[in-house]
């Protein structure tokens, strides 16, 4: 029985007995959680790419306080609307580069769909990588040509939100790059296939 329960308990018990029963929602000197009635009375994020949010757990009573938490924001990957002349021009490197692309593999060499091999995918990835400094972000197409970066997941294919990277002829591909010196907000690029190489 956790130690919060315990006490909880022995008020009921006490109001059982004819005493009354109330419960103390911490305050956060208590436990180090913010209190909110909305986002504007939460803390700045810690970064400037999250966003402080005021919420509230599931079933939770709709007059009591909801608490604060940081979200990232999810920056837009769509070349053509990223305001980054770096990120555009590594973009079209990828495309001049397209013949590269053909028959692309994953990390254990399983050849990926045409669609994952499209020119400028690993550059939209690593857009996202680089910019939140996470090797987990990845660039998923939304709708239509409109893309966001998300968190990656396992399971869904590359330019939809994929983990994987693109591999040409065996060697990940040189768009990517490590971010041990990765500042956020600033998008980093290597350099484009080289065709026939």
Same mark, same amino acid.
């Given at each position: 029985?956790?130690?919060?329960?315990?006490?909880?308990?022995?008020?009921?018990?006490?109001?059982?007995?004819?005493?009354?029963?109330s419960l103390i929602v911490p305050d956060?000197?208590?436990?180090?959680?913010?209190?909110?009635?909305?986002?504007?009375?939460?803390?700045?994020?810690?970064?400037?790419?999250?966003?402080?949010?005021?919420?509230?757990?599931?079933?939770?009573?709709?007059?009591?306080?909801?608490?604060?938490?940081?979200?990232l924001r999810l920056a837009n990957c769509?070349?053509?609307?990223?305001?980054?002349?770096?990120?555009?021009?590594?973009?079209?490197?990828?495309?001049?580069?397209? $013949?590269?692309?053909?028959? +692309? &593999?994953?990390? /254990?060499?399983?050849?990926?769909?045409? @669609?994952?091999?499209? !020119?400028?995918?690993?550059?939209?990835?690593?857009?996202?990588?680089?910019?939140?400094c996470r090797e987990e972000m990845a660039?998923?197409?939304?709708? $239509?040509?409109?893309?966001? +970066? &998300?968190?990656? /997941?396992?399971?869904?294919?590359?330019? @939809?939100?994929?983990? !994987?990277?693109?591999?040409?002829?065996?060697?990940?591909?040189?768009?990517?790059?490590?971010?041990?010196?990765?500042?956020?907000?600033?998008?980093?690029?290597?350099?484009?296939?080289?065709?026939?190489?």
């Open positions: 029985m956790s130690y919060l329960r315990q006490p909880l308990i022995a008020l009921c018990l006490f109001a059982s007995a004819g005493l009354s029963c956060e000197s208590d436990d180090g959680v913010v209190r909110c009635k909305n986002s504007d009375e939460c803390p700045s994020p810690t970064s400037p790419l999250s966003e402080a949010v005021c919420g509230s757990g599931d079933g939770q009573d709709p007059n009591s306080p909801g608490v604060c938490w940081e979200v769509a070349p053509e609307k990223v305001g980054d002349e770096t990120y555009r021009e590594a973009f079209d490197a990828a495309q001049a580069s397209s $013949g590269a692309y053909g028959g +692309c &593999t994953d990390a /254990e060499g399983n050849e990926l769909k045409p @669609e994952e091999c499209e !020119a400028g995918n690993d550059v939209r990835d690593q857009y996202c990588r680089s910019f939140y660039c998923s197409r939304v709708t $239509g040509s409109a893309y966001r +970066c &998300t968190a990656c /997941e396992d399971d869904k294919e590359i330019a @939809e939100g994929g983990c !994987a990277s693109i591999y040409l002829g065996g060697e990940i591909s040189p768009m990517y790059t490590d971010l041990d010196d990765c500042k956020e907000a600033v998008a980093t690029f290597g350099t484009a296939p080289v065709v026939g190489g």
